[in-house]
Structures are given as C-alpha cells and as structure tokens.
C-alpha cells in the first residue's frame, strides 16, 4: 500500500496569529504549555472546556520523553479526534524554560503543535515544516530577537518565501 505524501506546509498555514507570545511569562514546562494554551483559547482556536484535555496530553507527551530538542527550542504536541487541521501556538521566553531539552539548555522558542487524531500525515507535515525552520540558526536567532507579535509573523513570511 502506497503512503499518500502530503505537500509541505507553511508555517503561516499553522500558525494562530492571535496566539502569538512575543513575552511568554512562564519559567516552568508546565506553566508554558497552560498560557499557550490560554492564547490558543483567547484566540478561539481550543475551546475553555477542552484546555484541560488538552494540557493533560500534552505534559504527558513531556514525561515520556521531553520535545526539548536542544539550541533553544521546544515542540510539545498534542493529537486529538476534535481537530480538523493543524494549528500552532507560539511563545518566545526572554529568560528562557526548563524543558528538560537534550541539550539541558533552557528553552527560548516554543511551537506548541496540535493536531488532528484521525491524520497522522498532516500531522507529520506540521512537524515536517516546523522543524525544518528550526533547524537554522539564523530563524532561531531571529526568532528569540523578536518583540512583537509582527516581528513573528515577518520571521514566518520570509520563511515561508525560502529567505
């Protein structure tokens, strides 16, 4: 049986302009995971009543096995059968997060992932284009320099075009 390939996507095409954290407050994982969360609330995109389902997931995803990977930057994720299309928080921590990285460095850029239970292809995608990006210092450095939430989305266009 053949595996379908799903186009890469854009980080535009995930990312919740409204769920943008420029100044993410929290030191803590689990502390960071609930106010992306609230943004994701705020921004309409979870609603109030499945923010616990959805943090519960996701920490316990960061128990098994942290998604620290190492340079500054965390992707804690989450599947579940409510989502249709993948969608991403982002929060920027100026004084960094304990994410148990690899690397045992603190974590300055997280791109908090949720996505459809029922299409792990999309899924991957997501992750796909996600890491793609953070593998380049020059995204990452630019990404931690920023202060607001257009500065963001400007680091995600240019991205996104290949710059």
Same mark, same amino acid.
């Given at each position: 049986?053949?595996?379908? +390939?799903?186009?890469?996507? +854009?980080?535009?095409? =995930? &990312? &919740?302009?409204?769920?943008?954290?420029?100044?993410? &407050? *929290?030191? !803590?994982?689990?502390?960071?995971?609930?106010?992306?969360?609230?943004?994701?609330?705020?921004?309409? !995109?979870?609603?109030?009543?499945? !923010?616990?389902?959805? *943090?519960?997931?996701?920490?316990? /995803?960061? !128990?098994?096995?942290?998604?620290?990977?190492?340079?500054?930057?965390?992707?804690?994720?989450? #599947?579940? +059968?409510?989502?249709?299309?993948? $969608? &991403?928080?982002?929060?920027? @921590? #100026?004084?960094?997060?304990?994410?148990?990285?690899?690397?045992?460095?603190?974590?300055?850029?997280? $791109?908090? =992932?949720? @996505?459809?239970?029922?299409?792990?292809?999309?899924?991957?995608?997501?992750?796909?284009?996600?890491?793609?990006?953070?593998?380049?210092?020059? $995204? /990452?450095? $630019?990404?931690?320099?920023?202060?607001?939430?257009?500065?963001?989305?400007?680091?995600?266009?240019?991205?996104?075009?290949?710059?």
């Amino acid at each position: 049986m053949a595996i379908a +390939k799903t186009a890469p996507m +854009k980080l535009r095409e =995930l &990312v &919740v302009d409204t769920a943008i954290l420029p100044y993410l &407050v *929290a030191n !803590k994982r689990d502390d960071a995971i609930h106010e992306l969360l609230d943004a994701l609330v705020q921004s309409g !995109k979870v609603s109030p009543q499945m !923010k616990a389902t959805f *943090a519960k997931s996701i920490i316990d /995803r960061e !128990k098994k096995g942290s998604t620290g990977l190492g340079k500054g930057v965390a992707t804690p994720h989450a #599947k579940h +059968k409510s989502v249709k299309r993948p $969608f &991403v928080a982002i929060g920027i @921590s #100026k004084s960094g997060v304990d994410f148990n990285s690899i690397d045992k460095q603190p974590v300055q850029s997280i $791109f908090l =992932l949720i @996505s459809p239970e029922e299409n792990p292809e999309l899924h991957l995608a997501a992750i796909q284009s996600i890491y793609s990006q953070l593998s380049k210092d020059q $995204f /990452r450095n $630019f990404l931690r320099q920023s202060t607001t939430v257009h500065d963001v989305i400007t680091i995600l266009d240019e991205a996104d075009a290949g710059h």
